[in-house]
């Protein structure tokens, strides 16, 4: 089977930096992908790692060891807009994403 | 620039029912996927489009269906429906390379919501 595994819920104060793991197992890889949700919302891309390394954009990065099959997401100067769910997601092949099971991220004054 | 437009917002249906959304995608993109969301399963792959042509397709049964026209409009169609079918349905388009996976990431429409009762 295919499954991302992320953690259910984070918590954090504004300003701080929280990272969020996410460990999959599929049966292609073209690259994992994060995305954000709000609630009502539709999720929305943050960022793409296809190759191993970090990737920064602004406030956001994004890692990948695909050795490890491993990735995270790095949230700096966290504000309170940023309390949403975050998903990660492969790309298993003709544009197919499997989706991890999402955490969300509460963020407080 | 237009996002991506999805159709009706807000559904409610009849078990054994069939309905029909529509999706339209940012100006360009020639990609669409579409993809369900529920409480349970979280978000799932349906199928997706390129260029008029289903490319992958998701672990749904056959009641699922889907089409792109030379616009790269889409639509997907669901025949009778179960109660189990009530979700959240998106669509996505992304700037794909041809024949390439996409680097670029998907943008989502808002969603149409489904109720089946």
């Known amino acids: 089977g295919q499954s991302l595994e992320q953690p259910s819920e984070v918590t954090a104060v504004e300003g701080a930096i929280v990272q969020i793991n996410c460990t999959y197992q599929?049966?292609?890889?073209?690259?994992l992908s994060w995305y954000q949700q709000h609630d009502g919302g539709a999720p929305t891309f943050l960022s793409y790692?296809?190759?191993?390394g970090l990737e920064e954009t602004g406030r956001f990065s994004s890692f990948l060891s695909r050795s490890d099959s491993y990735g995270y997401l790095l949230l700096q100067e966290l504000q309170m807009k940023d309390s949403a769910s975050y998903f990660c997601a492969v790309n298993t092949g003709f544009q197919k994403l499997v989706f991890g099971t999402g955490t969300r991220l509460l963020v407080s004054p | 620039k237009a996002g991506v437009t999805q159709t009706p917002r807000y559904l409610i249906k009849t078990r054994g029912q069939q309905v029909t959304l529509s999706c339209s995608p940012i100006?360009?993109?020639?990609?669409v996927s579409w993809y369900q969301q529920t409480p349970g399963q979280g978000l799932q792959f349906l199928f997706e489009y390129f260029s008029e042509t289903q490319r992958n397709k998701g672990n749904f049964p056959g009641r699922f269906s889907g089409r792109q026209f030379s616009n790269s409009r889409s639509e997907m169609n669901v025949s009778t429906l179960e109660l189990g079918d009530s979700a959240l349905y998106l669509c996505?388009?992304?700037?794909?390379?041809?024949?390439?996976?996409?680097?670029?990431?998907?943008?989502f429409g808002s969603g149409t919501r489904l109720t089946v009762v």
């Open positions: 790692n296809g190759l191993d």
């Open positions: 599929t049966s292609g890889f073209y690259g």
């Open positions: 100006s360009g993109h020639r990609s």
């Open positions: 996505a388009s992304s700037l794909t390379p041809d024949g390439a996976e996409s680097p670029y990431g998907y943008t």
